[in-house]
């Protein structure tokens, strides 16, 4: 391991991230990385061997007190000889001071918890199909028409610091939708549907209430065919947000474990009916 290098990525190495991210299965969407390297642009590692690389984690730092790690896979053939924790290591140093989330697979949390996370609740992924009519009713806005400003306001709540350049690049990404609600003067919660891999995701799906809710995915999930498949990324403890998945006939995929190292922050969980992305947050 002697010449086991750790550094940041270029903004063309995200892509192999990214790339690893599908082997893995995790669905990656297609213009994440431009969204992710937007975000914080020396968050993403790399560890080369001999040149060539091995390992990836990112390490997103928002504002000054929150960071996100994600995508933390090591190549297979290099798995087990410690160059993963090496690179794990090097992520956690880079936030340093820093309270940290990231959303793991569940029957890791052991690891993570020698690391000092805890957990904070889980996230749960479901799968079902798109197409149907957008509702009527309800006043859905294209995010595009309304100043930035406004819909960063919205969202700030959301995260527990800013994480206002992220955003900016999330709701305009290439072959995407963002929508919102707007009603007596103001946002009353949005949601963006990307395509990725396989089929599309909606993320973040934020509202004031069920209804809302309800009335934006089914507007965003309007605006692709009935044969292509949609993911949400539901946490566990909002029963309202299960209860949209399952009265819409989706099925459940997978979970993940939302864990912090410092502190669960307090977040308007009940409002969450879509987690923005498992790999930033």
């Not at 406004?150 to 990404?173: A, G, H, L, N």
Request: charged share 20%; aromatic share 12%; net charge negative.
């Amino acid at each position: 391991m002697y010449d086991y290098l750790i550094r940041a990525m270029a903004r063309s190495e995200i892509d192999l991230a990214i790339e690893w991210a599908a082997r893995e299965d995790w669905n990656p969407g297609l213009h994440d990385a431009d969204c992710y390297f937007a975000a914080d642009p020396n968050g993403f590692l790399t560890g080369l061997l001999s040149g060539k690389p091995i390992a990836t984690l990112s390490a997103v730092k928002y504002g000054d007190t929150f960071g996100f790690l994600g995508f933390y896979i090591v190549s297979p053939a290099f798995r087990g000889q410690g160059y993963g924790i090496q690179i794990w290591n090097a992520g956690l140093n880079y936030l340093s001071g820093r309270n940290v989330g990231l959303d793991g697979v569940v029957d890791q949390q052991k690891n993570y918890k020698k690391s000092g996370f805890v957990l904070a609740y889980r996230n749960v992924r479901y799968e079902g199909s798109g197409g149907g009519d957008c509702p009527e009713g309800i006043d859905i806005v294209d995010l595009a028409s309304l100043p930035f400003e406004t819909v960063d306001s919205y969202d700030k709540p959301f995260s527990p610091d800013d994480r206002s350049e992220f955003i900016k690049s999330w709701v305009c990404q290439p072959d995407s939708h963002a929508l919102g609600v707007w009603h007596a003067g103001k946002l009353n919660g949005y949601g963006v549907i990307r395509p990725c891999r396989t089929g599309y995701k909606i993320g973040p799906l934020f509202a004031d209430t069920a209804a809302i809710a309800e009335s934006l995915f089914l507007a965003l999930k309007s605006k692709i065919g009935p044969n292509d498949s949609v993911f949400l990324d539901v946490p566990e403890i909002n029963d309202k947000a299960l209860e949209l998945a399952e009265t819409c006939n989706m099925r459940v995929m997978f979970e993940t474990a939302r864990m912090y190292n410092l502190k669960i922050p307090d977040l308007p969980i009940k409002r969450i009916y879509g987690v923005t992305s498992f790999e930033v947050g």
